[in-house]
């Protein structure tokens, strides 16, 4: 299971009423498990007692056979022998025959009709003088025969020590097992008569295959044997084998073994499956209640506060549908503080724009006071004869001039705080050759700013900078028809700001005086370094800053 599943809030319900719900859970698998014991402890006593009573009923008719040999021996003579045996047998229908052989096995007369090429019975040769036998024998009949395996007994009439004949009661074993009842067992029990060799008298072949040679030794070792095993299907099956008092007769009784989960199936309301399904209900109870009462009224919240979030001011989350009291309480909250969140931001935003539109005033007053400044230098120029002195009011006035351009750049973006480099240094170089006589001299100057806007902090030194390199270069390093070329990069927080030209290196160097002072100011302003450039024809100067954070 993800942990995403777990966090569900159904799912959560479903592992506590689990958690709730597993004393009950552990009782009911060992309520199941001692139910299981004793019922599976009753049903092999039942078994047992069927095989015990299957063995009375089997060994009832065998001793039933003997006595009615003995009381008839010496009262069914040759002469109609056929009619008495078949009286014999209306009086006792469980016999299948009564036959009367010869010392040979072969019969004289018997109370069915008999095949006169039959073979001699066997169970003739192992009678002893003064003894009466009994024996089991599988006798196959001819193939249009309908009897099936008998058991037969034999009794010898002798005089002295020689065998006059042989009576002989038939008992058809299929008749035998209908006297023995196995319903209360169920229907797919199953009897079986086995010989002392582990033989099959009686009973289809599948026990047959899973006999063992111990099973029989074990049965007359202990009076009784139980145990399991594999039928041909692959089910278990329970086997009980008991002896009768015929030495040579045994008698199994089989039935399905007992199994927990069909035993559950059949006894549920006393088994794990009835705890099972109350936890299985429960926790669709639980989900179906979670999702109608909590998670759809949740979703609607949800919605509602992320399109409020996401600028839709007059989403609200209205009327919810029959939700729980607390659900509804925190429905109409979240309005209440959509409701006063709108307000307030309304009230700011009146207020950022009143400020925002003062803002934008002082930078226009600002630069216009500049401007004011540079109009009383003109002004002031006009006294001044001294060439030296022109230039430094000509000088004082560009400066001037670049930090009113700054503040222009400000109150006429969108964004009071930066300044969009590429626009403000195309106005300032403009001014600046305007100013410098670029034009007259045909000197032409180039501007290629590639960086993100600046701050008014960082713009101004920028621009300060340009004015004096650019000064210098128009001044001292090209002749007329040079070239400047200024460039402006960002790569992070790195920006390198460039201003060469292609006239004479050695010329355009910078002297030692105010211009190189006032770089070097900017640069430790700005956090950066300035240097000469030395990869070029011509001069120029490169400061390097990094964009102090926000």
């Known amino acids: 299971m993800s942990l995403g599943a777990v966090r569900d809030l159904r799912v959560r319900f479903g592992l506590i009423l689990a958690v709730a719900m597993l004393p009950l859970l552990i009782f009911a698998i060992w309520q199941s498990f001692y139910d299981f014991n004793q019922d599976k402890t009753a049903r092999e ?53 009564f036959i009367i052989a010869d010392p040979r096995g072969n019969f004289i007369c018997a109370a069915r009709d008999l095949d006169s090429k039959r073979q001699a019975f066997e169970i003739v040769k192992q009678l002893t003088p003064q003894q009466s036998y009994y024996s089991e024998v599988r006798v196959a009949y001819d193939a249009d025969s309908d009897y099936s395996s008998r058991l037969l007994l034999a009794y010898g009439q002798y005089q002295g020590e020689q065998l006059q004949r042989v009576l002989i009661i038939g008992l058809i074993l299929d008749r035998l097992a209908q006297r023995a009842d196995l319903s209360q067992i169920g229907k797919d029990a199953k009897l079986y008569m086995i010989n002392s060799e582990g033989i099959i008298l009686f009973g289809d072949d599948g026990l047959a295959r899973q006999m063992e040679a111990n099973w029989i030794r074990e049965t007359r070792a202990s009076g009784e044997y139980q145990t399991e095993f594999t039928d041909e299907t692959g089910g278990k099956r329970s086997l009980v084998i008991i002896p009768s008092r015929e030495k040579d007769i045994f008698v199994a009784v089989t039935a399905p073994a007992s199994n927990i989960f069909r035993w559950s199936v059949l006894n549920p309301l006393s088994s794990i499956l009835l705890p099972l399904f109350a936890w299985v209900f429960g926790f669709l109870a639980i989900w179906w209640s979670t999702e109608r009462l909590i998670l759809t009224h949740i979703r609607k919240l949800q919605r509602a506060t992320l399109k409020f979030a996401e600028g839709d001011q007059t989403q609200r989350v209205g009327k919810l549908q029959n939700p729980p009291a607390s659900i509804r309480t925190l429905g109409w909250t979240i309005d ?165 030209d292609n006239g004479n290196g050695i010329i355009g160097e910078m002297k030692a005086g105010t211009g190189q002072k006032l770089i070097k100011g900017f640069a430790r302003q700005l956090g950066g370094t300035v240097e000469p450039m030395t990869d070029i024809d011509g001069y120029g100067t490169r400061l390097v800053f990094d964009i102090r954070p926000v």
């Open 336 to 500: 209440y503080m959509a409701d006063e969140i709108s307000a307030r931001e309304s009230e700011l935003k009146d207020s950022l724009d009143e400020k925002e539109t003062l803002l934008r005033e002082i930078h226009h007053r600002v630069k216009n006071n500049l401007q004011i400044i540079i109009s009383l230098l003109n002004i002031q120029e006009r006294k001044v004869a001294d060439p030296a002195g022109l230039a430094a009011v000509n000088e004082t006035r560009n400066r001037i001039n670049a930090i009113a351009l700054v503040h222009r750049g400000l109150y006429e973006s969108t964004d009071l705080r930066y300044v969009d480099m590429q626009t403000f240094l195309g106005r300032l170089v403009k001014e600046l050759s305007v100013a410098l006589a670029c034009e007259r001299k045909g000197i032409e100057v180039s501007v290629d700013a590639t960086c993100d806007p600046m701050e008014a902090d960082t713009a101004i030194p920028v621009a300060l900078f340009v004015v004096e390199t650019l000064t210098n270069s128009v001044k001292h390093g090209i002749a007329k028809g040079g070239q400047v070329k200024i460039r402006l990069v960002q790569q992070g927080i790195r920006v390198t700001v460039e201003v060469s």
């Open 45 to 97: 006593s039942q078994l047992a007692f069927s095989a015990q009573r299957a063995v009375f009923e089997i060994i009832d008719t065998i001793d039933t056979a003997k006595s009615v040999i003995l009381t008839v021996e010496e009262t069914v003579g040759r002469q109609g022998c056929k009619t008495n045996l078949q009286d014999i047998l209306n009086q006792f229908p469980q016999f299948d025959d």
